[in-house]
């Protein structure tokens, strides 16, 4: 997680190592930052869109269905005052 490595020694000890946890050296503690997580398998096989590409998609699909949705209200709206002048 924090990129330190486990390392086996002569006398079958382990301990484990990282380039910035060095004695003596507490400036470079801060350093220490744990790893971003890998991408999902989906993103570096899949197609080559960025978050902000699907997103864009995403907000294209809603904005289509509520131009049908509103369309239908107009429809709806023009159908009710058709059956109010009939009665």
Known sequence: MYDFHKLKQENNTICFV?????QGREDLLCEI???LPNPKKEEVHGSEEGPSDKIQENLEQLNN???KLEDR???REWLKTE???LQ
């Open 73 to 75: 209200d107009k429809e």
């Open 83 to 85: 059956c109010q002048k």
């Open 33 to 35: 930052k744990r790893k």
């Open 18 to 22: 990282h380039s910035l946890f060095q």
């Open 65 to 67: 269905r509520l131009a």
